[in-house]
């Protein structure tokens, strides 16, 4: 089954990179890095999920409530996105 979402690939590549920045954080701790630079590290993380979260969000509105307004059955999933975002915030 074809996916609806545009962006999935987007967020898997983010996620990728982010993977790979938490192990350089790590490399870091090993090598006794700073620890303002860990925190900017870390700041950069914390960025980089919350904008694969945005593409996320954005992707889910676009195809998901989009879908959702088109069948009349909307109030199941802004009940489900109201839960993620109180979740995700």
């Known amino acids: ?10 967020v898997r590549d983010r996620l990728s990179r982010i993977e790979g920045h938490v192990r350089g954080i790590i490399k870091m701790i090993d090598e006794d890095r700073t620890c303002p630079d860990l925190l900017i590290q870390i700041a950069a993380v914390r960025a ?16 998901c409530i989009g879908d959702a307004v088109a069948s009349g059955e909307v ?7 109201r839960d993620a975002l109180s979740k995700f915030f």
């Open 1 to 10: 089954m074809e996916s609806h979402h545009k962006h999935r690939k987007d």
């Open 75 to 81: 109030e199941p999933h802004l009940v489900e996105l």
């Open 48 to 63: 980089a999920l919350s904008k694969a979260g945005q593409v996320i969000l954005e992707d889910h509105i676009e195809a």
